[in-house]
């Protein structure tokens, strides 16, 4: 754990990871904690608001049931198992299981269609998944084209050609002798949230969750303190939701506070928060952003000890907001899906920096470079890499030797987006590679624009992006989504320029403001720019 009371500089020098040659997440995250104490791993709260609390011995017992399970029907090591649940206890049973088994998780967001589904169980070549009814019924149709998939677990009892998996495991044993895996054995394969393009499998091995740990820390101002609770909207088929909170949480035998939430509702979440003292946090830009439309949020008293935010930029006015609405700095973070968490603010040991991301989280080194892996001066704006070997850096893409090796120049992983370092190791997120606009010879970031943008009381949500002008190579435009009850006049665009004019430069305000019902979003809730500039360029065809 990282040191309380010492400097960023301090801690970051002082970092040494210890991985040890032998580990197993399922055994980490449960066994070690199931000492017959009852201590609680799990608060589960129903959709009639009772609350079940789930311990580390009853997750031990069950997880070990369901290893038996599947090992009866020859699931074995490197198998691949998907897990097509929602946030309930039977998601981490069956993670915990599948890592006790030397097998790989493949876990699926329990809102995805038929198509996302074939998808992804094709391309991993699943052999096994757990479901529930919900997902039964969408795996009806897909299931011929699926051939490896030999076996199907309802968590909900009998159903279409699947096995009742509570009535299995009421006949199984539950002890098990976890499979002894490598920390550099696969264990997991996650796939991205597809912003820019077909989703792709991010192979980590079992000390992705160790290479988290400092990462984790940061955003929730050292994690864990006595009496955390840990909360999260986000879905633990994500990355964020699965290694930002539940996977570390029981690795420190915290609990977590489980709810299925089909689509995020802000008000409930404020309350949820409130209700059941959740202290740490895990909250997308996005949902914040809902939130922050909440009528009076504050008076909900929601009050975390800690709030984490990342995958998209949060900026200037959230963590403003933030401070007035929960009292406490929210902490941003970055990373993705093959190579999480490297860069992190933190309160608790270092002022927030307005509109930066962070510095390199303790154990990680992270710089801006160009395409060919040279270090930039500060604020220069370049890629920012990653340097291998690093414990939370992916194997590669499953299945995909072109793809994971177009990812790195020498040692650097390239992530993929631009950004600015400063000289004291502050970073700037300014776009994804494809969003940078470029206009009249400036390279512009959509997001300090995004962010300028939103500090106007009329904009709950804005996308800016570049479109084709002749002129100037690409016209910054703003897609806005308007707060509810304000009503768009050709008044209204006139001052939204004139608000970044004013506050951020003459260069990049929007010479278009467009005004829409909503923007498009993927299922993690990040906006989908490239799908924008496409249907904004056909649209004007
Ligand atoms: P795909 O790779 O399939 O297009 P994706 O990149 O959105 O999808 P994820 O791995 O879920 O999939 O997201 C990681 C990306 O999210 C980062 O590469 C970055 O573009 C963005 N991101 C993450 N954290 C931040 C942040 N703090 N600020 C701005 N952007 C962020
Ligand atoms: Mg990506």
Redesign the pocket.
């Known amino acids: 754990m990282l040191p309380r009371g010492a400097t960023y500089e301090a801690i970051r020098d002082a970092f040494r990871w210890r991985i040890p040659d032998r580990y197993n997440m399922g055994v980490d995250c449960c066994d070690r904690w199931a000492d017959g104490s009852g201590r609680p791993a799990l608060l589960h709260l129903h959709a009639d608001g009772r609350v079940d609390r789930i311990s580390f011995d009853a997750m031990k017992a069950d997880s070990n049931r369901l290893a038996n399970v599947l090992r009866a029907h020859r699931i074995s090591r490197g198998d691949r198992v998907g897990v097509l649940l929602p946030q309930v206890p039977e998601a981490a049973v069956a993670h915990l299981a599948i890592y006790k088994l030397g097998a790989i998780a493949v876990p699926l967001f329990q809102l995805f269609q038929e198509q996302a589904l074939e998808f992804r169980l094709r391309d991993s070549g699943a052999s096994a998944l757990v479901t529930d009814t919900t997902g039964l019924a969408k795996l009806g149709s897909i299931r011929a084209g699926l051939p490896d998939l030999r076996l199907v677990l309802n968590t909900d009892g009998a159903g279409d050609a699947a096995l009742d998996l509570p009535y299995a495991m009421t006949r199984a044993s539950d002890a098990f002798d976890p499979v002894d895996t490598a920390a550099e054995d696969p264990a997991i394969i996650i796939y991205?949230?597809?912003?820019?393009?077909?989703?792709?499998g991010a192979l980590h091995a079992h000390r992705v969750l160790l290479g988290h740990l400092p990462g984790v820390e940061m955003p929730q101002d050292l994690f864990p303190r006595p009496g955390d609770l840990f909360w999260t909207p986000a879905d633990w088929a994500?990355?964020?939701g699965l290694f930002d909170v539940l996977l570390p949480s029981l690795h420190h035998g915290v609990p977590v506070l489980a709810h299925r939430m089909a689509k995020f509702d802000p008000e409930f979440a404020l309350r949820l928060m409130a209700a059941h003292g959740v202290r740490n946090a895990f909250l997308p830009p996005t949902a914040l952003k809902m939130i922050r439309s909440v009528p009076k949020a504050v008076q909900y008293g929601a009050h975390p000890r800690s709030i984490g935010?990342?995958?998209?930029?949060?900026g200037a006015e959230l963590l403003e907001w933030g401070r007035g609405t929960f009292g406490v700095t929210i902490n941003?973070?970055?990373?993705?899906?093959?190579c999480?968490l490297v860069?992190s603010s933190c309160s608790a040991v270092m002022p927030a920096r307005p509109g930066w991301?962070g510095r390199a989280v303790p154990g990680h080194e992270v710089a801006v470079v160009d395409s060919e892996g040279r270090r930039l001066p500060p604020d220069a704006i370049g890629t920012i890499a990653v340097r291998r070997p690093d414990p939370v850096m992916f194997l590669g893409y499953w299945n995909n030797p072109l793809a994971t090796a177009a990812k790195f120049v020498g040692d650097w992983l390239l992530?993929?987006?631009q950004g600015v370092e400063d000289e004291a190791g502050w970073l700037r997120?300014v776009g994804?590679d494809d969003d940078v606009i470029t206009s009249a010879g400036y390279r512009i970031g959509p997001?300090e624009i995004e962010d300028c943008l939103l500090q106007h009381p009329a904009v709950a949500m804005v996308a800016v992006i570049g479109l084709p002008d002749p002129l100037r190579t690409e016209a910054v435009t703003a897609i806005v989504v308007l707060t509810p009850g304000i009503v768009a006049d050709a008044g209204l665009a006139t001052e939204l320029q004139g608000h970044v004019k004013t506050r951020l430069a003459a260069h990049s305000y929007p010479r278009q403001v467009i005004f829409q019902d909503a923007l498009p979003l993927?299922a993690?809730g990040?906006v989908m720019r490239g799908e924008l500039r496409r249907c904004m360029v056909q649209g004007s065809d």
């Open positions: 991205t949230s597809g912003t820019t393009g077909a989703p792709k994500w990355v964020g935010s990342g995958g998209e930029t949060l941003e973070f970055y990373g993705q899906t093959e999480n860069v991301m992530t993929g987006d997120f994804r997001s993927t993690t990040k």
